[in-house]
Structure formats: C-alpha cells, structure tokens
C-alpha cells in the first residue's frame, strides 16, 4: 500500500517531488492551451499523434504517488491544478481515441459505445446474410445523404436497394455498427456479382447527373 506520510520524505525528494508536479502541471497546460487556441480556429486537435500525447499524461499520477517524495498534499496540488486544462483537451479526447485505435470516427472509447458498436456490428452480419438467402441485395446508408440518383441508379443497375437507417442527427454507435456489419457482407456480394467498382460507378454517374439535372428515370 502506499503511503501519503508527510513526514516521511526527505528533502531532496520533496524537491524532485515538486519538480514532478510543475511537469505533471506544465504538461496539462499544454493540452489545455492547444486544444482552447484550435477551438478557437473552429475545429480540434485530433490523430493518433494528439490521443498519445494526451493518453501520456496518465503517467503523472502513477509518478506522482509512488515517488518516494510523496505526501497527500504534493500529491493532490499538480492533480488538481491540472484538471481545467485536462476538461479542455477532453471534450474531443474519447472520440479521437477511438479513430486512433481502429473505431470509425463518432464512436468513443466510451465501454457502452464499444459495446453498442460490434453488437449491432454482428447483428448487422447476420440480417444481411439473412436478406442475401431470400434474394435481397441492399446497401445501407447514415448520416448525409446521397442524391436521390444514387438509389435510383442502384436499384436499375443491379436491382440494390438502399436503405437509409439514421438522418445526420440520429448517428449513434450502433447505427455505424449495424451498417459496418451490414455493408460488409452486403457490398462483397455486390461486388462479386457486379465487379469490385459497382458501387463507386454508380456514385460517380449518380454525382454526374445530379449536378447537370438528369433524373434517372
């Protein structure tokens, strides 16, 4: 166990101690003030370069606690100086730590947002394996829209549906889920069937005829 005795440290580890806690202080403050400066700019600091930089800071309490110039006092002070500028430099840490390990960017590192994620990304997998074995072939879709010459070209080409499961502002973890799983199994077939460029084709023509006004018919 460790202990905070305030007595119990000598003094050349009580000025280590301190010069830990301004790093640990030092430290936050740099987060904080990158993160209010690009605020300020209209957008924030992401990438895996940002999430390790922000994820180091973590090391300062564990230093902190088991320097042996330790007390509660020297302990708490830099912790508590430090958690302004870390809430600066939080609000966009969970989501860009979830793009850094691996998750598509909207879903946190948050344990419920994993959780909702690669369930709904199963249950995505098996609908679409269910919708391939009765003939169905369907794309899905969130977030912003494509033109409505997408799913008209789709549905004439090669007989796909689209589905649109989520508007801009009903994205969660477990609509990007279900669609990843969904997409996955679906567009494979699509592009065994039709070629591996299928669908970007479609897109393409569907952008064409949408900024010169041909509506498929």
């Known amino acids: 166990m460790v202990s905070l005795d305030l007595m119990s440290a000598p003094v050349p580890a009580i000025r280590t101690h301190r010069v830990l806690g301004g790093a640990a202080i030092l430290h936050a403050a740099i987060i904080g003030g990158i993160d209010l400066g690009m605020g300020l700019h209209g957008w924030f600091p992401c990438g895996r370069l940002w999430v390790a930089f922000v994820t180091l800071w973590l090391i300062w309490p564990v230093t902190l606690l088991v320097h042996r110039g330790r007390s509660l006092w020297r302990v708490a002070t830099p912790l508590l100086i430090s ?11 969970p989501v860009c730590a979830g793009e850094a390990v691996g998750l598509p960017l909207g879903v946190s590192i948050f344990p419920r947002d994993i959780w909702d994620y690669f369930t709904s990304r199963r249950a995505g997998r098996a609908q679409a394996e269910q919708d391939l074995g009765v003939g169905k072939l369907v794309v899905e879709e969130y977030g912003m829209p494509k033109p409505q010459e997408y799913e008209i070209l789709l549905r004439q080409r090669y007989q796909v549906q689209l589905s649109r ?24 077939e699509i592009s065994r069937r039709f070629g591996q ?5 479609v897109e393409d023509q569907a952008w064409k005829d949408y900024w010169h006004g041909n509506v498929p018919k």
């Open 83 to 93: 958690l302004p500028f870390l809430w600066l430099g939080w609000r966009e840490y």
């Open 165 to 188: 499961i989520a508007g801009d502002t009903d994205v969660t973890a477990k609509v990007m889920g279900h669609a990843k799983g969904y997409n996955e199994v679906s567009k494979a």
């Open 197 to 201: 460029h299928a669908l970007d084709e």
